[in-house]
């Protein structure tokens, strides 16, 4: 069965300050990975996906992933964060491009606090 | 398109009655998604539709727990009775025929006192 493990329920980071989620999965086949945030109240936006090729992809808002096979793990970052990117943080692993098959399995998603 | 619309955005019932929650997916997505996020178990999958068919319902948690899909650009998800356990935040995704990207709704908050 597939699994998605965010390891940090909370992270706390100074605006300004660059920013490393970890995501780590559990899956038989070729994943597909995603990365989709949630700002209080609001459903889930989607960040970025890795389907195959470039291991290190780009999404909105300034961040990216990079796919580690070897290590199971699909790490978001961003260089210098904003205090709008607080939020909560979704890393989610599906059988196809958008997961339909079966649907998308996410993990517990990661907290992120912005300090001033 | 507007996006997923889910109906009502917050739902307060009373434990034992009939709760309906509403979802209109993005026009011409093939698949419709309905999940459950809670503190606790995180965002679980509850049941997904392909053309309006029921595909995999093993998500769901109980037989008070239904879902529909009469038409291409409506499903319901139905509780009945409901109890204290059902409060949690229930998100509608839908996506389309090629796969690329699930779309949420802004999810119904549900509360059964």
């Known amino acids: 069965a597939q699994s998605v493990t965010q390891p940090d329920i909370h992270i706390t980071v100074s605006e300004g300050a660059s920013l490393e989620l970890r995501c780590n999965y559990s899956y038989g086949a070729t994943p597909y990975l995603f990365w989709y945030v949630q700002s209080p109240g609001q459903g889930l936006q989607l960040l970025l996906k890795y389907f195959s090729g470039d291991t290190l992809v780009q999404g909105i808002k300034g961040f990216e992933a990079e796919f580690k096979r070897s290590q199971s793990s699909f790490n978001l970052r961003k260089p210098s964060v904003h205090w709008s990117d607080a939020a909560e943080y979704f890393c989610a692993v599906g059988p196809s491009a958008g997961g339909g098959a079966d649907g998308l399995t996410f993990g517990k998603g990661t907290h992120l606090i912005i300090q001033p | 398109d507007a996006g997923v619309i889910q109906s009502p955005r917050h739902e307060v019932t009373e434990m034992g009655q009939e709760v309906t929650l509403r979802c209109k997916p993005i026009s011409g997505h093939d698949y419709l998604f309905w999940y459950r996020q809670t503190m606790m178990r995180g965002l679980e999958l509850l049941i997904y539709?392909?053309?309006?068919?029921?595909?995999?319902d093993s998500g769901m948690p109980e037989d008070r727990f239904s879902a529909k899909m009469p038409n291409a650009s409506f499903s319901t998800l139905k509780i009945q009775p409901s109890e204290p356990r059902d409060s949690a935040v229930y998100f509608c995704?839908?996506?389309?025929?090629?796969?690329?990207?699930?779309?949420f709704g802004q999810g119904t908050r549900l509360t059964v006192v």
């Open positions: 539709f392909n053309n309006n068919v029921p595909i995999d």
């Open positions: 995704a839908s996506i389309d025929n090629l796969n690329t990207e699930a779309f």
